[in-house]
C-alpha cells in the first residue's frame, strides 16, 4: 500500500492557494480514479483509490500545514506504513512556477510542514513531491505569497504542473521513485 499525503491548510479560505498545491494533486487523483472509501481518522481525510490496481491512500490532514507531522505519524503507524511507501507533496518556493522535483529524502528546505513531518517521523528518508510557486515579487512577504491565490497568468501553468504531478505520483506508484525522478525530474 502507498501514502500519498498532500500538504495544505484545511478550510475555504485557503482553497486555491499556492500552500494548498499538495491538496490539489490528492483532489486530482482522487478524481481520475474511482473514490473506494472516505476516512476521517488521525486528523486527516482519507479517499482510498487503486492506482493501476495498487491500493493508495490519498491523504489530506486536517491540521494546518506547520503541524502535518502531528497527522502523518499516526497514520503510518494506524496503517501499518513505513516511510518507503510515503510520498509527501508539497508547494515550493525554491523552484519556478510549475516545475516538479521528485526526491527520496532530503531536507526541509525552509519548509515548515515538511520540517514538521521530519521531526514527527525522526527521519528524513521519505519520498516527496515539490511543485514550484517560485519566490515572492520584490517588496512582497513570503507568507502573503503562500497563502495567495495564483495569478490569471499563473493559473494555467499551475493546472497544468497539478496535472503533472498527479502523472508523477502514478508513476511512483506503479515503477518507484528512481523511475519518476528519471521521467519527471
Known amino acids: 500500500m502507498k501514502l500519498v499525503v498532500g500538504l495544505g491548510n ?15 494533486v490528492v483532489e486530482e487523483l482522487a478524481r481520475r480514479y474511482r473514490v473506494e472509501k472516505h476516512e476521517y481518522k488521525h486528523n486527516a481525510v482519507i479517499a482510498w483509490v487503486r492506482i493501476h490496481g495498487e491500493p493508495v491512500a490519498l491523504i489530506k490532514p486536517l ?20 516511510t518507503g511507501e510515503l510520498l509527501v507533496v508539497y508547494d515550493d518556493m525554491d523552484l519556478e512556477p510549475g516545475r516538479i522535483r521528485l526526491r527520496a529524502g532530503g531536507g526541509a528546505g525552509g519548509h515548515r510542514g515538511l520540517a514538521s513531518i521530519m521531526e ?7 519520498n516527496r513531491l515539490r511543485i ?15 497563502l495567495g491565490r495564483f495569478s490569471t ?21 506503479t515503477a518507484g521513485i528512481v523511475k519518476a525522478m528519471n521521467s519527471y525530474n
Request: aromatic share 6%; charged share 20%.
Open 10 to 24: 484545511p478550510g475555504e479560505d485557503y482553497r486555491g492557494t499556492r500552500h494548498n498545491l499538495g491538496f490539489m
Open 63 to 82: 491540521t494546518f500545514m506547520n503541524l502535518s507531522g502531528a497527522a502523518v505519524r499516526p497514520l503510518l503507524a494506524g496503517l501499518k506504513a513505513g
Open 120 to 126: 514527527k517521523l525522526g527521519t528524513s528518508n521519505f
Open 132 to 146: 514550484g510557486i517560485g519566490h515572492p515579487p520584490k517588496g512582497s512577504d513570503a507568507i502573503g505569497h503562500v
Open 153 to 173: 497568468e499563473e493559473e494555467p501553468v499551475m493546472t497544468g504542473a497539478v496535472a503533472k504531478a498527479a502523472d508523477a505520483v502514478e508513476v511512483w506508484v
